[in-house]
């Protein structure tokens, strides 16, 4: 194998520099982390976009009861003049600040507690161990999009019922 043939070059090399050094190979350790590595991405792959539609849903569904609870006022405003539009621009805009803030919440408070518990856990890594500002990015972006559009559908459904029947007494 040309791997112990070059294994065993680096030992007679060392033997003459340090005598009383060994050089041991750890490929089977380096291999095993690898495949863990391998193994890690493929369940992320399928996990995160089924995390990504609960979320959705929830939040859909969460919309859904605030729409449907909101239904007079609705009608109230559709019958003043309000357009649609611009009712179901207060429903998305709501949704994307929740998720703005939430983005900004949720990687502040991660990353103090990372960079606080972190290098208790990771003890191999831990100097590395810190916030990655490009991320915040990412989540402040993406996270009030996906808000946004997991409420269109409950929105939509809300603002364009009749006004007659959303102030109609039951």
């Not at 065993?8 to 089977?28: C, F, T, W, Y």
């Not at 890594?125 to 009030?144: F, V």
């Amino acid at each position: 194998c040309v791997l112990e043939t070059e294994l065993d070059q680096l030992r007679a090399q060392l033997k003459e520099a340090l005598p009383d050094a060994k050089v041991i190979l750890m490929q089977s350790i380096a291999t095993a982390r690898q495949e863990q590595r391998i193994m890690a991405e493929r369940y992320f792959s399928y996990i995160f976009p089924l995390l990504l539609f609960a979320v959705m849903a929830w939040i859909g569904i969460l919309a859904f009861l605030n729409v449907r609870e909101r239904r007079h006022e609705i009608g109230i405003m559709r019958a003043v003049g309000y357009g649609s539009g611009k009712i179901a621009l207060l429903f998305l805009g709501k949704a994307a600040f929740i998720g703005f803030s939430g983005a900004a919440v949720g990687f502040f408070l991660g990353s103090a507690l990372s960079v606080k518990f972190g290098p208790q856990i990771f003890k191999i890594t831990a100097a590395s161990i810190k916030p990655q500002m490009e991320l915040l990015i990412w989540s402040l972006l993406g996270s009030p999009l996906v808000c946004a559009a997991a409420v269109i559908i409950p929105t939509m459904l809300g603002v364009y019922q009749d006004p007659a029947v959303a102030l109609r007494e039951e």
